[in-house]
């Protein structure tokens, strides 16, 4: 791999780097100076993060400027703005978020206060996870060194424009990572989502124009405001620019987040970065972005983490989180624990997703442990094509139907074998217990 | 307005009301659970999928509820996308629900049971052990609850919030394992219960007073309207093979009870199933009142009548306009005076239905001129006059029996009413239907009309107050006059 | 009961953050499960109703839709040990075994002392760092069998 240039997790480097006083040392809040001072209009400043082509991080990969320009003009629409930071993250294999909350909050900071200047909010809510206590505390005090040195509350840095920014705790629920699941918990309700149309832009938290963006999106922010959206628009691939925050866990030697550009292949992540398949052995199979994506096989490492490139493997980027499967572990096993995890996570509203999560889940658990029926891979595929696309309110009845419909295609022949020889014959630890009640 | 296309024909369509209203509107059914008229869509059940076309975009199965109209939408229901997606919702649905059917209350009404057969699938596949919940929970005196027959549409969570506006039911937990619960073991409160039995699309929440009473569909049913109060709430009737009255369900009519009513009204059964009824004529003899013929009881009313004018007539509220204008007429041919007794406020008002007001037909009969007396102003008119005639269902109730208990001697007293006379002033009476069995028009609070209409047979020995009437106006054949 | 007074007012600072009150209630429900005695009783979810003019079953549809709430009395440690997909790459199993063994609690119960709760989770965000734990509040990663038992067994006396 050829050396790139890094900013994402540069100042995670420096002593004390969550400190308002390292990130100014570093350079941190002459981005936000340079769009109240100079200043730049909200308009320039959307206009910016389009050219950037900067594309959301959470999952989705939605154009950031173009989401921002949703917001409705506040002359036609006068109602009160909100954004909402979703640090909900909760998909299967992916820590990066956390790795920027705990140690550069104040960089998330200052990409709030710069979005919520563009698209004219007067307040953000930044929506954590209820298990990253760590990430809780360290951007509270980051809010509260802000506030006391006049970069957050009433007239930013001496200037009119005026903005909050507050810390929101979510109670262990990924359906909260959804982003109108996220906007109904943090009104003080269960984390249902909601049918779009009306789309958060239009109806949002309590009913107001809203945008809700991933952390590592607005953390890009500053970076864009500071060095010009044609820069960032330099760096990547088509359809996929700038650096990203790779997480790679699993059966790999040194498992971690890694800042990448867009443009190299998994294969080099697995080999160069994370110090190659563990213990010596091959790789089976592999996500590349969370469990929400089509498995790929170990053969298809070759494949550029891109957005456009995963779709040529029948795949996504999601969360750029890959996990890597070695070729000692059982399909079974893994699906076993996917779908385990949607049958937890579904709220339950919708009759597919409600019954489908549990159903994948049943058959999963049936086929591991030895106790396969013939028609279950003919079921599963069917249930996941019940289950998708679009036939429910969010796409959590999507995120369980893919990977299925993934591991009957690249492994019907090991699942085959469970439940022709009513046993896994790839042996794995396991301890009985059902579910919480 | 916009104008639509559904299922190939045009449809003018309201943009503010979801699509599937303008599909129900317009005669075509769409299958729904979570959707209902009077409560806030939530597009969660998706069975109310449907085809829907815009533009040059091709056709998408999207939820009817959550859809709403625009110009040139182009609708298909019955699309083989459309019946797919739903056939295979329903197989969903079915996974867990509970083979019940056989000893079910919803059986032969039962959404699910009747979309499944539309477009459901003949076998189900799965080979998992169905969820195990609570089966016969009380949620208090009027619902019990099965948690394993829901299928989480949250229609009576939302009705609580929406309708009398204090939430009671919630939905807890999550994913598959949700179900609706009240807080604790509270017991559900307040007059207005009953509706989310009719709200369940299936047997998850039943009626302990309907529980195993009847298969629906030996019932009979009929349209008309709640004489409980003078909302007069419009209902349906049901009534088991011309026997009891089992249930009463509110019809819709939005300029006057929506889709609900109180469960004063619904559990209203006492007086249509009361099992002593003045089911023949009675005349007093020395042995007291005997039963006699009709047309005996009537010529005994007809002597009354004319020898004792300055009669004084009570009617029930629980006549009926017409039965009001006859009795008027009759009156005023007789030179009596006639009256409606009035019932004071029963302490039930709420905001909701129930007005408190226990006079069914009290405006209607108001409007025909006749005046209003309290049971304490009627038991001095009463004691005044040579003749009183007591006409209408529970209308000695009203009044008041011990009243006529005290009624001097000097005062004959003519009862017609549902239940058997004690008062010994009565010297005699005739039976009259209940207002499930006869046909005629109240007025409501707000002057809205509601038909009653008969759903079973009177008794034998019973006939209607206008044919009585009509009976007293003429002396029947071969009389001698 | 009701909520003490320290608790009340700093729910009353921090519905401030929003233009609606009940926007509290699930950081509110958080505080409540950390200070006073680790679940979420009948009788918290009462007082909650009543501080955000809400229904008591309304609290309670909120409070049982997340997993962090307990509607149960739990043991005076928590220990959460997460089962997912890159946890159990990395051992997740042996992980849960070695803590159930240590604390003699079973998956989602208590230990018969009353010293443990286990209770296994999904994805906690410590992928890279996987097998993990979070005892009492604190993620503890790169788990071995080893670093369980000195994590768990001072705590049992």
Redesign the interface.
């Known amino acids: 791999m050829k050396p790139f240039p890094t900013w994402l997790l540069d100042r995670t480097k420096l002593a004390d780097s969550h400190t308002l006083a390292t990130y100014k040392k570093a350079g941190g809040y002459q981005a936000l100076e340079k769009v109240l001072k100079q200043p730049l209009a909200p308009a320039d400043v959307i206009q910016e993060l389009k050219v950037s082509e900067l594309r959301g991080r959470g999952g989705a990969g939605f154009p950031t400027g173009m989401k921002w320009s949703f917001m409705p003009d506040p002359a036609k629409d006068p109602r009160?703005r909100y954004l909402a930071i979703n640090a909900d993250?909760?998909?299967?294999?992916?820590?990066k978020?956390?790795v920027l909350m705990e140690r550069d909050p104040h960089g998330l900071i200052e990409g709030a206060l710069i979005a919520c200047y563009a698209i004219r909010a007067q307040a953000a809510?930044i929506y954590v996870?209820?298990?990253?206590?760590?990430s809780y505390q360290r951007c509270q005090a980051a809010l509260d060194e802000a506030r006391a040195a006049g970069l957050l509350g009433k007239n930013i840095l001496g200037t009119d424009f005026s903005c909050?920014v507050?810390m929101?705790?979510?109670?262990?629920?990924?359906?909260c990572g959804e982003e109108t699941g996220l906007m109904e918990?943090?009104?003080?309700?269960?984390?249902?989502p909601r049918?779009k149309p009306p789309f958060p832009a239009m109806f949002g938290l309590?009913g107001q124009p809203t945008t809700v963006n991933n952390v590592e999106t607005i953390f890009n922010v500053p970076f864009i405001v500071a060095r010009g959206g044609a820069w960032h628009a330099g760096i990547g691939t088509k359809g996929s620019k700038g650096n990203f925050l790779c997480?790679?866990?699993?059966?790999v030697n040194k498992?971690?987040?890694y800042e990448l550009p867009f443009g190299v292949t998994a294969r080099a992540i697995v080999d160069e970065v994370a110090g190659g398949v563990w213990k010596g052995r091959q790789c089976k199979a592999w996500?590349p972005g969370g469990?929400s994506c089509s498995l790929v096989r170990g053969e298809d490492l070759d494949v550029v983490l891109d957005h456009d490139s995963l779709k040529t493997k029948g795949s996504s980027l999601g969360t750029a989180?890959m996990?890597?499967?070695d070729d000692h572990?059982s399909i079974a096993?893994?699906m076993e624990?996917?779908a385990r995890?949607y049958?937890?996570?579904?709220?339950?509203?919708?009759?597919?997703c409600?019954?489908?999560?549990?159903?994948l889940a049943?058959?999963f658990h049936?086929i591991a442990t030895g106790h396969g029926?013939p028609?279950?891979l003919a079921?599963l595929e069917?249930l996941a094509?019940?289950m998708a696309p679009?036939?429910?309110?969010c796409a959590l009845s999507d995120a369980a139907a893919i990977p299925t419909l993934s591991a009957v295609r690249l492994f019907r022949d090991e699942l085959a074998a469970c439940i022709r020889e009513q046993r896994d014959p790839i042996p794995?630890?396991?301890?009985e217990?059902?579910?919480?009640? | 307005m916009v104008k639509i296309t559904v299922n190939g024909r045009q449809v003018e369509a309201d943009p503010k009301q979801p699509l599937i209203a303008a599909c129900h509107g317009s005669g075509v059914e769409v299958p729904n659970y979570c959707y209902h008229p009077g409560l806030t869509p939530v597009g969660s059940c998706r069975i109310c999928q449907v085809e829907v076309q815009q533009g040059t975009a091709p056709g998408r199965v999207m939820v009817a509820c959550r859809t709403y109209p625009a110009e040139g939408m182009v609708v298909n229901t019955e699309s083989a996308k459309a019946h797919d997606t739903r056939r295979e919702c329903l197989e969903f649905l079915l996974k867990n629900h509970p083979l019940d059917c056989p000893i079910c209350d919803k059986a032969g009404e039962c959404d699910l049971q009747d979309y499944t057969y539309d477009e459901g699938q003949a076998a189900g596949r799965t080979h998992e052990p169905r969820r195990e919940l609570e089966k016969r929970h009380s949620l208090g005196d009027v619902i019990v609850l099965d948690q394993e027959r829901c299928i989480l549409c949250s229609r009576c969570v939302r009705f609580f919030e929406e309708v009398p506006k204090k939430a009671q039911l919630t939905i807890a937990d999550l994913g598959s394992r949700s179900v609706v619960a009240t807080f604790g073991d509270r017991p559900l409160t307040g007059n207005y219960q009953g509706n989310i039995a009719d709200l369940c699309p299936v047997g998850a929440l039943t009626l302990k007073k309907f529980r195993f009473q009847a298969r629906v569909w030996n019932l009979v049913k009929q349209a008309s309207t709640c004489p409980e109060c003078s909302r007069g709430c419009s209902i349906q009737v049901e009534v088991l093979r011309g026997g009891e009255v089992k249930r009463f369900r509110p019809r819709e009519n939005r300029a006057v009870n929506g889709w609900w009513m109180c469960d004063t009204g619904r559990f209203a059964f006492a007086h249509v199933n009361a099992p002593n009824r003045l089911a023949h004529a009675l005349v007093r003899g020395d042995a007291g009142l005997v039963p006699v013929p009709i047309e005996e009881g009537q010529a005994a009313l007809r002597a009354l009548l004319a020898e004792r004018r300055g009669a004084l007539f009570v009617l029930s509220p629980f006549c009926t306009v017409e039965e009001g204008r006859a009795l008027q007429a009759l009156a005023q041919r007789h030179g009596a005076t006639a009256v409606f007794v009035s019932p004071g406020p029963n302490g039930l008002k709420d905001d909701l239905l129930h007005t408190g007001d226990p006079a069914p037909n009290r405006r209607g009969l108001s409007e025909l001129g006749l005046a209003a007396a309290t049971s304490a102003e009627l038991a001095t008119r009463m004691g005044a006059a040579p003749l009183v005639v007591l006409a209408g269902e529970r209308v000695a109730e009203l009044v008041g029996r011990e009243r006529l208990a005290a009624l001097p001697t000097g005062v004959a007293l003519a009862v017609l009413d549902c239940e058997v006379p004690t008062a010994r002033a009565c010297v005699v009476a005739l039976g009259v239907p209940t207002w499930v069995e006869r046909s005629g028009t109240y007025v409501n609070v707000d002057g809205q009309r509601g038909p009653l209409s008969a759903v079973k047979p009177a008794p034998a020995g019973v006939r209607a107050l206008l044919r009585h009437v009509a009976d007293l106006e003429q002396a029947p054949l071969g009389a001698r006059s | 009961m009701a909520l003490p007074q320290k608790l009340v007012q700093e729910f009353d600072r921090l519905v401030q953050r929003y233009p609606d009150k009940k926007a509290g209630l699930i950081p509110a429900l958080h505080r409540c499960q950390e200070e006073l005695g680790g679940w979420i009783s009948p009788a918290i979810m009462e007082d909650l109703a009543a501080y955000f003019g809400l229904e008591p079953v309304e609290v309670y549809g909120v409070a049982s839709f997340y997993p962090m709430f307990r509607l149960r009395p739990v043991g005076q440690h928590f220990v959460s040990v997460c089962h997912n997909i890159s946890c159990e790459l990395r051992g997740a199993t042996e992980i849960l075994e070695h803590v159930c063994k240590i604390t003699g609690a079973k998956p989602y119960g208590t230990s018969p002392d009353g010293r443990f709760t286990v209770w296994p989770v999904e994805c906690q965000g410590a992928c890279a760092n996987a097998p993990m734990i979070d005892l009492d509040g604190v993620f503890h990663e790169d788990l071995t069998t080893a670093k369980v038992d000195a994590l768990l067994g001072g705590l049992k006396r």
């Not at chain 1, 993250?89 to 820590?95: A, L, N, R, V």
């Not at chain 1, 794995?428 to 301890?431: E, K, Q, S």
């Open positions: 009160p993250e909760s998909e299967p294999g992916t820590c978020d956390r809510y996870r209820g298990e990253y206590r760590l909050e507050h929101h705790k979510g109670a262990g629920a990924y359906i918990s943090l009104e003080g309700k269960r984390g249902h049918p309590w997480g790679i866990s699993g059966h498992p971690g987040v996500f469990s989180a996990v890597i499967i572990t096993r893994v624990i996917i995890f049958d937890h996570e579904s709220c339950g509203q919708c009759s597919q409600r019954e489908g999560t549990q159903w049943q058959i049936r029926q028609d279950d079921t069917s094509q019940g679009g036939k429910t309110i794995y630890p396991r301890v217990y059902a579910g919480a009640h």
